[in-house]
């Protein structure tokens, strides 16, 4: 077969099926649940996912969930040998993904897709390949994806990683590559890029969605982070 580089989303619905290559699956937005024969649990935004060809798994996610997904006949020697099915990913790579999204969604173009399947197999050959995030810390990424049209203090996310304010700050950012609030900041702004491009919803309710009771404060956050605003993105 040919490596393959795609975007896919998913369904509550449990499935399961084997396939007779390798496949990475990176999550963007949402946490994937996976369960393989030594491993059962979610893979989260900054980490991936390794099945081996022939390897039986079945999945969920919820359907806003967005992830690369990598179809690959061979694996970088680092990836093949590795003793994590799931491991931790660098922000350059975390970076590459969301540029990837981008030109898959918008344009067709063999020779582009070609090269950045080059480039996402050079990234993954530079992975120290890490076993998955703190617990505490997964515990949070996990509770911020869930809870994004919520107020999340520093104060509170600390409370659920079970660590101090300071510690928390300083841990998430060492393990993510961003800050507390720039990672808010990033999946509320993904979000609501996915639900204004997937649905129908007024922009005030999306705004709403992803934590803002301040239509004109959205907005301006929106134009900030995409240089476009949030209706003409939607036109």
Known sequence: MQNHLSIRSYSRQRNGHFHSYHQLVLPLRGAINIELASYSGKV????CVIIKQGEMHHFTANKEAKFVVADMADLPENI???QHLVF?????LMSYLNFVEKQLENQVNPKLEQSMLTTFVILLEEQSLFKQRDHRIRQVVEYILENL????????LAKVACLSPTQFKKVFTQQLGLSVSKYIIQERMEKARALLMHTDYPIQIIAEQVGYTDLSAFSRRFSQYYGISPREFSQ
């Open 149 to 156: 049209s919520a107020s999340l203090s520093i104060e509170s």
């Open 80 to 82: 093949l040998s590795s």
């Open 88 to 92: 931790a990913i660098t922000p350059p």
């Open 44 to 47: 989260a935004p900054g980490e």
